[in-house]
């Protein structure tokens, strides 16, 4: 089943303590994406890749890091997590086109950073 | 970069009743423009998109959306829904560019579907 995963679904931590999301596709996509999403502020962009070792910033990625060593696996990386990055994280993942493909999501990572 | 307005943050709507969510988007050259539905604890899956051609487009689940290129909209409407239609729902764009794949969400219109 072509599909996106993510791990963990549900993570609580404390401010400073270092995690990593991972996400992974096994739809040989070469776009990969990261998202945040806020109530009453949709989904905003973190981090995005083109493909392996290709990555770029989105709207908001002050705090995160992110790679791409490998085409199925984008992993989401909060050095010192903080509680402004409590959230909805999705991973996205699509073909490489003219902007026209269409993205499939993860089920999400709901992060509660205390 | 492109901006997405969804007008209304919340829709109730009896069932069996149609119902239009609106979508507003910067002006541009060339644009992709997409709906997508989340519904509750999962992720985000397509219900449809508008590439090129004919600007009224059939999704699934019996949606449509019509392109508007002058008044740069890409409404959504169901003329009847369901229970089952009770969801989030995200319009999107992207630039018609080579490789820009990155898409621009609006804010969310939560559909609620009243028996």
């Known amino acids: 089943e072509a599909q996106v995963t993510q791990n963990p679904r549900y993570l609580i931590t404390v401010t400073g303590k270092k995690l990593t999301v991972t996400c992974s596709q096994n739809?040989?996509?070469?776009?990969m994406s990261w998202y945040r999403q806020d109530p009453g502020l949709g989904l905003r962009q973190i981090y995005y890749s083109m493909n392996v070792e290709v990555t770029d910033k989105g709207d908001v990625p002050e705090g995160y890091k992110v790679s791409r060593k490998e085409k199925r696996n984008f992993p989401l990386i909060l050095e010192s997590p903080s509680p402004n990055q409590t959230s909805l994280y999705f991973c996205a993942s699509s073909l490489i086109g003219r902007s026209q493909e269409t993205q499939y999501f993860g089920p999400g990572t709901r992060l509660l950073v205390l | 970069a492109q901006s997405v307005t969804q007008l209304d943050s919340q829709v109730p709507v009896f069932e069996e009743a149609p119902v239009e969510l609106r979508c507003n988007y910067s002006?541009?050259?060339?644009?992709?423009l997409f709906w997508y539905v989340q519904y509750p604890n999962q992720g985000l899956q397509l219900l449809l998109k508008?590439?090129?051609?004919?600007?009224l487009v059939k999704g699934i689940n019996g949606f449509e959306a019509e392109f508007n290129k002058s008044q740069t909209s890409f409404h959504l409407r169901k003329p009847s829904v369901h229970i089952s239609d009770t969801a989030e729902y995200f319009c999107a764009v992207s630039e018609g560019r080579t490789g820009a794949n990155n898409l621009f969400f609006g804010t969310g219109t939560r559909l609620t579907v009243i028996p």
């Open positions: 739809m040989n996509h070469e776009y």
């Open positions: 002006s541009s050259v060339s644009v992709y």
């Open positions: 508008y590439l090129s051609g004919s600007t």
